[in-house]
T-cell receptor, first 111, second 114 residues
Framework: DSGVTQTPKHLITATGQRVTLRCSPR?????VYWYQQSLDQGLQFLIQ???????AKGNILERFSAQQFPDLHSELNLSSLELGDSALYFC??????????FGNGTRLTVT | AQSVTQLDSQVPVFEEAPVELRCNYS??????LFWYVQYPNQGLQLLLK??????LVKGINGFEAEFNKSQTSFHLRKPSVHISDTAEYFC????????????FGKGTRLSVIA
């Protein structure tokens, strides 16, 4: 168990809808990262937060947004969903200068 | 910007045989290097990491990797694989400045055959 908790485990929704994925980092970890894993693109970095502030941005679409709350949990919001957004979404956390620890992911299916 | 190339998308190997999963990276700055393993329907688990010091790094489950700066490689090895090693393996790199996102390779599927 990595200590990173992601909910829900599975999500099935229709095109055009909006969903929120939630991540609770390991106790004490200030950094949260979001990754998207798909068969064709592999593991793509989306966005990083550090102690509530956006630290780095990767290949995140404008339809997607994230935030990190004062209790350090994070949410990834995906809107106007398309079939191509179907993927595994991982959250990872780390303390300063340490390897990332990943959650078990949320599998999103857009129909 | 960094990039990672995993040269083999699939590697089949017989049980108890040795295996090497290849990884090359590209970066204009010094980097940290990692190998992660992903078992079916699970998240990524850290196998080993190279931050500094000895270029031969030992990880969990009997895996080791060697950092070769001149060849910009970080190949993963195991002298004798088990059926339970069947999984997807990802090589990753991050900048030496720390607390920066990992850039992953596309993964290598290791299939161990009985």
């Amino acid at each position: 168990d990595s200590g990173v908790t992601q909910t829900p485990k599975h999500l099935i929704t229709a095109t055009g809808q909006r969903v929120t994925l939630r991540c609770s980092p390991r106790s004490g970890d200030l950094s949260v990262y979001w990754y998207q894993q798909s068969l064709d693109q592999g593991l793509q970095f989306l966005i990083q937060y550090y102690n509530g502030e956006e630290r780095a941005k990767g290949n995140i679409l404008e339809r997607f947004s994230a935030q990190q709350f004062p209790d350090l949990h994070s949410e990834l919001n995906l809107s106007s969903l398309e079939l191509g957004d179907s993927a595994l979404y991982f959250c990872a956390s780390s303390p300063q200068d340490s390897p990332l620890h990943f959650g078990n992911g949320t599998r999103l299916t857009v129909t | 910007a960094q990039s990672v190339t995993q040269l083999d998308s699939q590697v089949p190997v017989f049980e108890e045989a040795p295996v090497e999963l290849r990884c090359n990276y590209s970066s204009s700055v010094s980097v940290y290097l990692f190998w992660y393993v992903q078992y079916p329907n699970q998240g990524l688990q850290l196998l080993l990491k190279y931050l500094s010091g000895s270029t031969l790094v030992k990880g969990i489950n009997g895996f080791e990797a060697e950092f070769n700066k001149s060849q910009t490689s970080f190949h993963l090895r195991k002298p004798s694989v088990h059926i339970s090693d069947t999984a997807e393996y990802f090589c990753a790199v991050s900048e030496l400045s720390g607390n920066t996102p990992l850039v992953f390779g596309k993964g290598t599927r290791l299939s161990v055959i009985a």
